[in-house]
């Protein structure tokens, strides 16, 4: 009884002594809200760009906005890979850097081919830069505080999302998109000037604590340690929710208009302000009381947005379904994507960082090509079913992986931070202490 009060203590002390809220920390939360403003500012005007200014059809400015993120998705490995064995800090600038430049390149740009080039570039930047951010900011939040400082770390963004395409619309309508595109390059200008300034040294392996590496060695730059497979099937889970959104966002103006539900922008509007709150109260909750009921209840609400969606006749039920998905990827994203970063340890936060968002990446890539041909068959309502049902089994997948070792002794077997290097597997504080009891 006195080992179990003492563990006890131990946690609910060291949960009050790790400190979040530093200066660099902060820091990082400005120059993630400042360079996300640049981002949303464009990310809604380049089809409209490349139709009224470059001349391109339909299918080439699908090409343009979409070639993006498949270059970002090809250089997240490599980006998680060196954010380990590299300065992140400077990573984070020569990546930013590139970004500000592909703005300047879009203002510039005198045909689809030059467009398509920049918008390569921006990509490829796009996924180093965030990959080897997520990094940074890993090293700033104490690992029992993991979940609630990414939730902190993510406001400027979620911000930036709500307010940006608007801004973007206003300035180009306004100045034209020449303009535009110089102030977004100026702003992440900004960005760069700070990340310079940002005071942060790279730790010497041999600097950093036993205690807080768990005895990883500094993964090798190898093809094996490209992808964290440890956490991958978190990460899957995590590229559902991607997914639903990559659904809502290409089909539900279509959806709505088609049932002749008028007031539908409201849907971003409201899952903005939901997103915002759950980023607030999520992050503590998942360190405090652990990762599976947080990703059920996120999926159980998620399936219900997307089924309230595919019957809705009226406004209120677009609503509500906005409300119930902000609130199932605000929780089930941020703790599974906390969970990666704890799990891959701090010598592999990168590499842990870029596999979850690979798996982003493949959800918002997948879910508009499917969900354009379940359409083209059965209609839009059965789009936003399918991925209901695709959720539903994701619940299925990480409740049996949860329980892997239950249902399947011996079957699995974790692995510790260097590639092919077995280890046990770790319980946390509260299976010790039922244990004891």
Known sequence: MEKKDSLVNNRENSHKKERLWSGQFLFLILVSFITAIGFNMVYTMIVEYSQNSLGAGLTISGLIAGIFSITALCVRPFAGAAADRFNKKWICVLATGAIALSAVGYALVPDVSSMLIMRILHGAAFGVSGTANIALVSTCIPKSRMGEGLGFYGLGQVFAQAVGPGMGAAIEEAFGYRTLFFLIAGLTAVGVLLLIQFPYKEEKESEVSADKTGGQKKPSFSWRNLIALDVAVFALIGGLFSFANGIVNSFLKIFCDERGIEGYMSFFTVSAVVLFGMRLLIGRLA???????????????????????????????????????????????????????????????????????????????????????????????????????????????????????????????????????????????????????
């Open 287 to 437: 360190d405090k009381n652990g990762l599976t009921w947080i990703v059920n209840l996120s999926l159980l609400a998620s399936v219900a947005a997307m089924a309230l969606i595919g019957m809705a006749f009226v406004l209120p039920m677009i609503l509500a379904a906005a409300v119930l998905k902000a609130a199932g990827q605000g929780g089930g994203q941020i703790s599974l994507q906390a969970e990666c970063i704890k799990k891959a340890g701090p010598l592999r936060s990168g590499v842990a960082a870029s596999t979850f968002y690979i798996g982003a990446d493949i959800g918002q890539g997948i879910g508009p090509v499917i969900g354009g041909a379940v359409s083209s068959a059965w209609g839009y309502e059965a789009a936003f079913w399918m991925t209901a049902a695709i959720l539903a089994a994701g619940l299925l997948v990480f409740n049996l992986y949860q329980k892997r070792e239950k249902l399947f002794p011996g079957l699995f077997a974790e692995r510790s931070g260097e590639a092919g290097e077995p280890c046990r597997p770790q319980s946390s504080e509260r299976d010790m202490i039922e244990s004891i009891e």
